[in-house]
């Protein structure tokens, strides 16, 4: 299983681009990265997912480079109420389903 | 669309008695749902996957005769946790997987508390 690294904790200021990367040393090669947010008390809510490359869609970009040991989420401008968890997983494709096991997260504490 | 929703939202339970957590998918057929827990503070632990018509597959250190999953149609899972104890009080949030990606969508919790 691929294990996943990342900050602890992270500070930014309304308006920032922030930037939240995660390692995954040990990643397989039918293993997709996804990157999920969640507030307190609520379920996760799911940011982007990519296999490599970079991906972007309406709230976040995904930098991976050609190794894929190392993935990068990319927050544009961000406001207060982006103040949450932020949690890398690198999940198991393939056999019908797709297991996903949580590190520790980064805890991005937005000031104003 | 692709929402799961989860009931209760939360539950207080005596020492000794069992509660059943349901998770569902509201507008999608989900064949597999996942199991959650988290404690405060930390992040989520991955209990079990629930498979539609078949025995759930538990994560090594989770008890299947504590922690009792049924998935009997392709928009329900349950989670009866038996002879609750306060140890067990936690966030439970399952999620269910979309036949078109490899995304996750998860429930918003529910959270026990064993007195």
């Known amino acids: 299983l691929a294990k996943t690294t990342q900050p602890i904790s992270m500070d930014s200021y309304e308006g920032q681009e922030v930037n939240i990367t995660c390692s995954h040393n040990n990643i397989a090669t039918n293993d997709y990265i996804t990157w999920y947010q969640q507030f307190p008390s609520q379920g996760p809510r799911f940011i982007i997912q990519?296999?490599?490359t970079k991906v972007t869609n309406e709230v976040a970009s995904l930098f991976i480079p050609a190794d894929r040991k190392s993935s990068t989420l990319s927050l544009p401008r961000v406001s207060l109420s982006d103040t949450a968890v932020y949690y890398c997983l690198v999940g198991q494709i393939g056999n019908n389903f797709n297991k996903f096991y949580f590190g520790s997260g980064t805890k991005l504490n937005v000031k104003p | 669309g692709a929402v799961v929703s989860q009931h209760p939202s939360w539950v207080i339970c005596k020492s000794g008695t069992s509660v059943k957590i349901e998770c569902r998918s509201l507008d999608f057929q989900a064949t597999t749902m996942f199991w959650y827990r988290q404690f405060p503070k930390q992040s989520l632990m991955l209990m079990a996957t629930?498979?539609?018509?078949?025995?759930?597959?538990?994560e090594q250190g989770v008890e299947k005769d504590k922690f009792l999953i049924n998935h009997a149609s392709l928009t329900l899972s349950t989670l009866t946790v038996t002879s609750a104890h306060p140890e067990d009080s936690s966030f439970y949030i399952c999620s269910a997987e979309g036949a078109w990606s490899y995304e996750q969508y998860f429930g918003p919790g529910t959270r026990l508390t064993v007195t």
């Open positions: 629930s498979n539609e018509g078949s025995k759930a597959t538990y």
């Open positions: 990519g296999y490599k």
